[in-house]
């Protein structure tokens, strides 16, 4: 597989991960009994949307900054680098 297409299927899959880790609202209407608990004093429902939106985002951004830099070594290798 060329690496732009690998750079293209990686983002689109990506994208979709931030998309369902960032709207994590629809899971407290199908699962109602997550909202009647609490958490360090927050609500769960507060405290899931806070921690997947921040920590989890952070370490999945990093884990795609990582990738995304090794693909872009490969598509420098294939094409000579900066000329």
Not at 21 to 26: D, G, Q, S
Not at 50 to 64: A, Q, S, T
Request: negative net charge.
């Amino acid at each position: 597989m060329g690496a732009y297409k690998k750079e293209c299927l990686f983002t689109l899959f990506s994208f979709i991960v931030i998309v369902l880790l960032t709207n994590i609202y629809p899971l407290f209407y199908m699962f109602p009994g997550i909202t009647k608990g609490y958490i360090m004093g927050f609500p769960t429902h507060y405290f899931l949307a806070l921690f997947i939106g921040w920590v989890g985002l952070f370490f999945f951004y990093w884990f795609y900054m990582n990738v995304s830099e090794n693909i872009d070594r490969e598509i420098e290798a294939h094409t000579g680098g900066d000329k």
